[in-house]
């Protein structure tokens, strides 16, 4: 039977100590312990179901971690307070100077700026590979390889990445295949397609309300105690924590998530429909004419679409310029970066959240400086926007 992650959390049946439909919201930085002994045990890991301090864990973080490991199919998950918080700390976690990551390098533009200009000071080597060319990965391993990256869908380009020969190709060299799932959580469950850990920016559309800025990693048990370790955990030392308010918030909204990412995809899927059929150069990996468009339906959860993200190419920066500012001021919805909200948000990629690519990198893998990333909005008539968009191109 296929696995299906709304299921998942619902089964879930998660309730506060008083019977509370929500679980009561942790306003403590720190517990008290009955006994020394106690306390020390849990320092060291060995106590099940202790708080200890809650940049360690948190009643509330605990909850909303383990919401989305349900949600993943993973044994366990930890919140952070920024999606870039989570891959940092997972890939510092894993990797030492001297090893070597190979990553897509179309991914987000700070995701790209850390694995080009911060690990290397570290010396940690990492390789920038196309991620939809497998023969490319499996020439990029080295026997010091620790991770291959990815996004499972690459932000802004919408290349889909291949996770089970992904993971195949790192599991037989020893290494671990890591996924942002950011853009595709519900229509993609990288841990059953093969990922070893998935990374969340839960600020986009687990959230989806835009009031502020978390993470996620879900992987095995085993790797999250690293994480948490007091002597060497990269979560425990380099210490962003998701403050126990915001996650009792975005638990509630996870447990809507299905419902945003059908209608995301719904809306996605009309105006990259009907933007084909005016002739716009559209990426949508909802058409059949994209390059991995039966790669995408062989590993999604088919019920919640191809997603709520789409690009446009408008030729040059200037003319995005013009249809962007027509389309705020023509109510289609806000000229902002970030994604997965309930209104319609488009940004400049090439200017904005890839900025930190240089030109020429843009230019080589695609990336044209008039492309436009649509995060489409939860509207109620798309048939309308559709229209309004009409007269603002
Ligand atoms: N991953 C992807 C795919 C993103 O688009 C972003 C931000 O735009 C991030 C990670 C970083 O997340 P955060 O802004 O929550 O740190």
């Known amino acids: 039977m296929k696995f299906n992650p709304a299921k998942a ?13 929500n679980p009561s919201i942790t306003d403590s930085s720190t517990y008290t312990f009955l006994r020394g002994k106690t306390m020390e045990d849990t320092f060291h890991g060995q106590m099940e179901g202790c708080f200890l301090y809650s940049r360690h864990w948190n009643p509330s973080n605990k909850y909303l971690a383990d919401a989305l490991a349900a949600m993943e199919n993973t044994e366990s998950a930890w919140i952070t307070a920024s999606g870039m918080a989570a891959i940092t700390c997972a890939l510092l976690q894993i990797c030492k100077s001297g090893d070597h990551i190979i990553t897509s390098v179309t991914t987000y533009g700070g995701t790209y700026a850390f694995l080009k200009n911060w690990l290397p000071k570290y010396n940690i080597e990492v390789s920038f590979v196309d991620i939809t060319n497998l023969e490319q990965v ?95 955990g990269t979560a425990m030392l380099l210490g962003p924590v ?32 009907n933007f084909e059929k005016l002739g716009l150069k559209i990426i949508y990996p909802g058409l059949q004419k994209h390059p991995q468009f039966m790669l995408h339906k062989s590993m999604m959860n088919e ?91």
Request: net charge negative; aromatic share 8%; with cysteine.
């Open 9 to 21: 959390i619902h089964d879930l049946k998660q309730f506060g100590e008083f019977g509370d439909v």
């Open 138 to 232: 499996r020439n990029a391993v080295k026997p010091n390889t620790k991770v291959i990256y990815t996004e499972s869908v690459t932000n802004p380009l919408l290349q889909v990445s291949n996770m089970p020969e992904l993971a195949a190709i790192a599991h037989s060299n020893g290494a671990k295949l890591m996924v942002d799932n950011t853009f595709t959580p519900m229509i993609f469950s990288p841990a059953m397609l093969g990922a070893d850990l998935v990374v969340y920016s839960m600020t986009k559309f687990i959230n989806g309300k835009n009031d502020c800025v978390a993470g996620a990693i879900c992987g095995s048990a085993e790797f999250i105690n690293q994480l948490s370790n007091v002597n060497d």
């Open 242 to 273: 998701l403050d126990p308010l915001r996650s009792s918030s975005i638990l509630k909204n996870l447990n809507t998530l299905h419902i945003r990412m059908k209608q995301h995809s719904r809306n996605a899927q009309y105006l990259a429909d």
């Open 303 to 393: 019920e919640f679409g191809f997603g709520g993200m789409l690009a446009i190419d408008f030729g040059t920066m200037e003319n995005a310029y013009v249809v962007m500012q027509k389309m705020q001021e023509a109510g289609v919805g806000y000229l902002a970066v970030s994604l997965g909200y309930f209104r319609t948000l488009f940004s400049c990629s090439g200017h904005s959240t890839s900025s930190e690519v240089p030109v020429e990198v843009q230019k080589e893998m695609g990336l044209s400086e008039g492309l436009v990333r649509f995060s489409v909005g939860l509207d109620n008539d798309i048939e309308n926007t559709l229209e309004i968009i009409k007269r603002c191109l």
